[in-house]
């Protein structure tokens, strides 16, 4: 039995040691969206050397998110009945959103806004709502409307990147 111990121990090391050891140079090192709100426990960061950082996967290789202005429309609905009474027009918006979600993965959003909001009653919307109030959310930062719209399915919102371009003059909105 002591020996099982010893195994178990020596191949959780050298997994680690393996993951360790594939060191990527395409990543997008930034502290993750909710990482500072007030009263949370912060984030347990990756050790890399003596810096402390966070790793979040390239999306350069992903193609732009895309959604109809219908979408837009009603997630601007769902929005102002859900969601604005925590997080009122224009918190969302601008630099707050650019340093949080360009260039993170559709699904990322998705997820997190899926799994936590609302905050009283997370997961209680449709998914078809949630994708709806990210269209809505990507039209407010000035993402343009498509044909395409988003679909509420994992993979395509995995294969899909957030995409600001800030606004003339150095910043969003």
């Given amino acids: 039995m002591r020996m099982r111990g010893w195994k178990s121990t020596a191949v959780v090391t050298l997994s680690l040691a393996s993951l360790a050891a594939c060191g990527r140079h395409d990543v997008d090192v930034r502290t993750p969206l909710g990482a500072n709100i007030a009263g949370a426990k912060p984030f347990a960061p990756v050790q890399n050397g003596s810096a402390q950082a966070f790793v979040i996967p390239s999306t350069a290789n992903l193609k732009p998110a895309t959604y109809a202005n219908e979408q837009a ?101």
């Fill in 73 to 173: 429309v009603r997630g601007q609905q769902v929005y102002q009945t859900t969601c604005a009474r925590c997080h009122p027009p224009g918190s969302l918006d601008g630099e707050t959103f650019e340093v949080g979600w360009n260039e993170r993965r559709v699904f990322d959003l998705f997820s997190l806004i899926r799994n936590t909001m609302p905050q009283d009653k997370p997961g209680s919307l449709s998914d078809d709502q949630y994708i709806d109030v990210i269209a809505y959310l990507l039209q407010r930062n000035h993402i343009p409307a498509s044909t395409v719209a988003l679909r509420p399915d994992t993979a395509s919102l995995r294969d899909a990147r957030i995409d600001v371009k800030p606004a003339a003059g150095g910043g969003s909105q």
